[in-house]
């Protein structure tokens, strides 16, 4: 109760869970992206599987600290540079998410598995999907818990930050993919920025830390302009609809003017 009753600690619930929510944008797109190669019964299903998987390691994460704060101890060096587990795992994880953007960006190109996926088929199967979720989700959330664990010192507020973020991000998440299916060219913009985050997870591994901002105001900024240029095309398709309609009216008036 002394916990509740504290305002410092609603403080740190509110930061903590407005970070966790941003750190989380790339781990929903990812997700986002990824489900769209299921058939249309199961995409629910994977990202609400996805999504619980990342709030359950984090809550693994944060309840195993001692073990968390050891990752960050060097075990090799290299050329005069030390390497620790977590930068290892960074660095996977960096790895891989440039290899999964960049093969989904040469499909979008060459149109490779498009009918199956407008038609609602699938090109991968339930567990490919999950298994890659799983491994994207183990680099998300130690970003994460190591986020939470610099700003919080109790485990119960990390916690129901997490839960709270992962619930946002499951509510959101459903819009969102839907969102990315039907704009080509906000997709291609969301492997743009997995591009970015997976090069920030590789520079992160070798200590050269990018600010998380910089790439979240290019993505902000971006989608912004893409955003104006999508209400743009909806104002122009209206603009040619009315005008197909009023030469249709027209030409039925001048058919009925001929007729008597």
């Known amino acids: 109760m002394e916990l509740l009753t504290n305002p410092e600690t609603w403080v740190a619930l509110l930061t903590l ?26 995409r629910d299903r994977a990202r609400i599987i996805g999504l619980g998987l990342a709030m359950g390691m984090r809550i693994l ?17 290299i050329a005069g540079h030390p390497f620790s587990w977590r930068d290892l795992i960074l660095i996977g994880g960096g790895l891989f998410l440039l290899w999964k953007a960049t093969t989904e960006i040469h499909e979008a190109l060459e149109g490779e598995g498009e009918h199956a996926v407008e038609s609602g088929g699938a090109t991968a199967s339930f567990g490919s999907v999950l298994v890659q979720i799983v491994l994207l989700d183990i680099v998300f959330s130690l970003d994460s818990v190591l986020t939470a664990v610099g ?3 109790e485990v119960a507020i990390m916690i129901a930050a997490v839960v709270i973020a992962v619930g946002v991000m499951l ?18 913009l969301a492997l743009a920025f997995l591009l970015l985050v997976g090069v920030a997870l590789i520079a992160d591994g070798f200590d050269l830390h990018i600010p998380r901002a910089y790439l979240y ?9 893409e955003g104006l240029n999508i209400l743009s095309k909806r104002r122009e398709q209206k603009r040619v609809r009315r005008r197909e309609e009023e030469e249709t009216r027209d030409e039925d008036r001048d058919d009925a003017g001929r007729e008597l």
């Open 151 to 153: 700003l919080v010192d």
């Open 171 to 188: 509510i959101a998440s459903g819009p969102l993919a839907k969102f990315v299916h039907a704009h080509p060219t906000v997709k291609m």
């Open 17 to 42: 869970t407005v970070l966790e929510i941003v750190l989380g944008i790339d781990n929903v797109i990812f997700i986002s992206i990824l489900v769209q190669r299921l058939p249309l019964a199961d």
């Open 217 to 225: 105001f290019a993505m902000a900024f971006s989608g912004g302009v």
């Open 61 to 77: 994460l944060l309840l195993t600290i001692s073990w968390i704060a050891g990752l960050t101890q060097p075990v090799f060096t």
